[in-house]
DNA sequence: TCTAATTTGGACTAATATAGTCCTATTTGA
DNA sequence: TCAAATAGGACTATATTAGTCCAAATTAGA
């Protein structure tokens, strides 16, 4: 739902890092090691960022990553979509499928709901990479 | 998390239901057969507003719920935290037990997650049922 | 050309949170 | 005394999130 998931939190520390070795490249490892987070799930998200075209990655002996964007064109309701999916205050406000809310009919709110997720949307659109820096 | 869990989204039905309902005791069994809401997980909901003094209830035959205050006067934050606790948008933003995060000392990012954590609150604290109603 | 360091990525398990159900009291008006 | 209601504990089911395991592909350098 709408929050910093552990994935999104270790996004957000591992671009920071990125974002700081000044050009150098950074490997997973490294990242996992110093900033305490669980190697193989790190690699997932990295690679995830990747093909978002987040980072660059270089394989192979001495590869590792780096920035593709700037700092402050990393927007972190993006982030949150690419790696939990779907931004969403409620159940019934997920885009994608609409996903077929049961209570449709005798649901009373979902405009105020709407509205609610808007302005929620907003405070994490408002929001970049550059801002935990 | 942050979000309108079923049981927010229950409550906030029930609210508004009892709301337009003129002062008259309005049941459990009512507002699920017309809501649609599963009744077992109505009456915790109900039970528990009832304990947050939201609501009042009388037992026994004839009985039911009635609103203990203007719907004006009731906050969705509130109702958040009382049918779901905490309201955060990160696990590290857990009042109650700091719920001691295991990345304490490597986290670069707390204060900034700190902000976003108001900023959200503030949304949902800007509501009341009336905005529902 | 071999090896070690690295990214890639699928499949799986574990842990946690949410949603929903079942059952048995207790209260109270008629 | 009965039926309609709230009260509430204990449990189960489902979904989501977090984390692990394993094997492959890539590449620099010895």
Redesign the interface.
């Known amino acids: ?4 998931s ?1 994935k999104v ?1 270790y996004a ?2 591992a671009l ?2 990125i974002s700081q070795s000044d050009n150098k490249l950074v490997t997973a490892r490294e990242i996992s090691d ?4 669980p190697y193989d799930l790190l690699s997932k998200i990295l690679q995830k960022l990747k093909n978002e075209n987040i980072l660059i990655s270089n394989q192979g002996t001495n590869g590792g990553y780096s920035l593709n964007k700037r700092t402050d064109e990393i927007y ?1 309701f993006n982030l949150m979509n690419m790696l939990d999916g779907d931004v ?4 019934c406000m997920h885009e994608a499928k609409e996903k077929d809310c ?2 449709e ?5 979902k405009s ?2 709407a509205k ?1 997720q808007k ?2 949307e907003d ?2 659109k408002n ?1 970049t990479i550059s ?2 820096v």
């Open positions: 739902m709408i929050r910093i552990k939190e957000l520390m920071k890092f110093t900033k305490k987070i972190l969403a205050v409620a159940d049961s209570l009919d005798s649901c009373s709110i105020e709901v609610l302005e929620v405070v994490f929001k801002d935990f």
